[in-house]
């Protein structure tokens, strides 16, 4: 399928062999994440880099702009994760996660990839769902999650030099790099393309 998002003017295509339910109304978009996929190239060049999370893209309007939603995962496994992602190709990529940790609870995660990814821990949530919401100012790119859907403190500002802006995809990913699977769940799904003034104010 090629649902229209909540909120978004623009449609957004599935990976192959992915199955993305839009619900009645528009109020969320919901998948399954495939057993053992996930987006990831190892900075030490040990594991293989994996491409085969479940994913679902548009191209991203010109300018600045904000996506966010509210992210709820049936967590299962370590590092089960429902994400916002930023995409120009298999190396240059960004992350937003809501994961399962090794230590047993939820987290705030952003990878990015430039040539190879890093990872980077920001917050524990205490529960089963946090929003979260990518924008773009500029050439640049700020990551920001939300115990409330209100406050909104920083998790990350960054670039990745090396894309070009016409490249860009944004959208949605669930993985499941270790488990069987997870059910992910992105809803009060919203796009604008007003410019985020303030990175540090909570806004």
Same mark, same amino acid.
């Given at each position: 399928?090629?649902?229209?998002?909540?909120?978004?003017? +623009?449609?957004?295509?599935?990976?192959?062999?992915?199955?993305?339910?839009?619900?009645?109304?528009?109020? %969320?978009?919901?998948?399954?994440?495939?057993?053992?996929?996930?987006? +990831?190239?190892?900075?030490?060049?040990?594991?293989?880099?994996?491409?085969?999370?479940?994913?679902?893209?548009?191209?991203?309007?010109?300018?600045?702009?904000?996506?966010?939603?509210?992210?709820?995962?049936?967590?299962?496994?370590?590092?089960?994760?429902?994400?916002?992602?930023?995409?120009?190709?298999?190396?240059?990529?960004?992350?937003?996660?809501?994961?399962?940790?090794?230590?047993?609870?939820?987290?705030?995660? %952003?990878?990015?990839?430039?040539?190879?990814?890093?990872?980077?821990?920001? +917050?524990?949530?205490?529960?089963?769902?946090?929003?979260?919401?990518?924008?773009?100012?500029?050439?640049?790119?700020?990551?920001?999650?939300?115990?409330?859907?209100?406050?909104?403190?920083?998790?990350?500002?960054?670039?990745?030099?090396?894309? %070009?802006?016409?490249?860009?995809?944004?959208? +949605?990913?669930?993985?499941?790099?270790?488990?069987?699977?997870?059910?992910?769940?992105?809803?009060?799904?919203?796009?604008?393309?007003?410019?985020?003034?303030?990175?540090?104010?909570?806004?």
């Amino acid at each position: 399928m090629t649902p229209d998002a909540p909120s978004k003017p +623009f449609r957004l295509v599935p990976s192959p062999g992915s199955d993305w339910n839009l619900e009645p109304g528009g109020g %969320s978009i919901s998948t399954t994440a495939h057993p053992r996929s996930d987006v +990831f190239v190892d900075p030490a060049g040990v594991a293989a880099p994996k491409h085969d999370a479940v994913t679902l893209l548009a191209p991203a309007p010109e300018g600045d702009f904000q996506l966010s939603a509210r992210v709820t995962v049936d967590f299962a496994a370590d590092f089960d994760a429902g994400v916002l992602v930023l995409w120009f190709d298999e190396t240059h990529w960004g992350k937003l996660c809501f994961e399962y940790s090794p230590a047993g609870e939820p987290m705030v995660v %952003s990878v990015v990839c430039r040539g190879v990814a890093d990872d980077s821990n920001a +917050f524990a949530v205490a529960g089963d769902a946090v929003w979260l919401r990518a924008s773009r100012i500029d050439g640049a790119f700020a990551y920001h999650a939300s115990l409330d859907g209100k406050t909104w403190p920083m998790v990350r500002y960054f670039a990745i030099p090396e894309g %070009s802006p016409a490249d860009l995809r944004i959208g +949605f990913l669930a993985q499941s790099p270790v488990g069987e699977g997870c059910r992910v769940t992105f809803d009060e799904v919203a796009f604008t393309d007003v410019r985020l003034e303030n990175l540090r104010d909570g806004s």
